[in-house]
């Protein structure tokens, strides 16, 4: 869902054509923020496509944690998501270039979502300092702490 057509030069529709996944696959042009969020409620993982800013987080890293869904966020390893999200369970950071971590990643969140129909979404604790709340209470601290400190 999004600005999805391609990658790397190769029509996604064309690509998962033919392939077993083809009947479970849905690519879709960018929605509504209704059809985002509803996509999003219905979802047990969310994936987050962060390669190649190695120095910037995406937004969408935020909404995603924000969510309470387990995310499988495929970035590089040394990047600032990944050091963003490092540690937190229900985030699963892979590099997309280490062919074989990818494999097992994938392999993983089959098995659990898929044969063992179990999840891992990120603890509350882990994921509220995401939240547009926490956002909002660090700016008005730093914007009291302006107010207080500037002469009168």
């Not at 033919?18 to 009947?23: E, S, T, W």
């Not at 849905?26 to 969020?37: N, W």
């Not at 047990?44 to 995406?58: D, H, R």
């Not at 990643?105 to 891992?120: C, N």
Request: proline share 5%.
């Amino acid at each position: 869902m999004g600005r999805v057509e391609s990658y790397a030069g190769q029509s996604l529709a064309r690509w998962v054509e033919g392939k077993r996944c083809a009947r479970v696959v849905k690519i879709l042009p960018p929605q509504p923020p209704e059809a985002v969020a509803a996509a999003a409620a219905d979802s047990t993982v969310l994936l987050n496509l962060a390669q190649g800013q190695q120095l910037s987080v995406p937004a969408k890293t935020y909404e995603h944690l924000a969510s309470g869904r387990e995310i499988l966020l495929l970035c590089e390893d040394d990047c600032e998501t990944a050091q963003l999200v490092a540690g937190i369970p229900g985030v699963n950071q892979v590099d997309a270039t280490n062919f074989s971590a990818l494999t097992a990643m994938l392999r993983s969140l089959y098995d659990r979502h898929v044969r063992a129909g179990k999840l891992t979404s990120p603890a509350e604790s882990d994921i509220s300092r995401f939240s547009r709340q926490a956002a909002n209470a660090a700016f008005l601290e730093v914007l009291q702490t302006v107010v207080s400190s500037a002469p009168v």
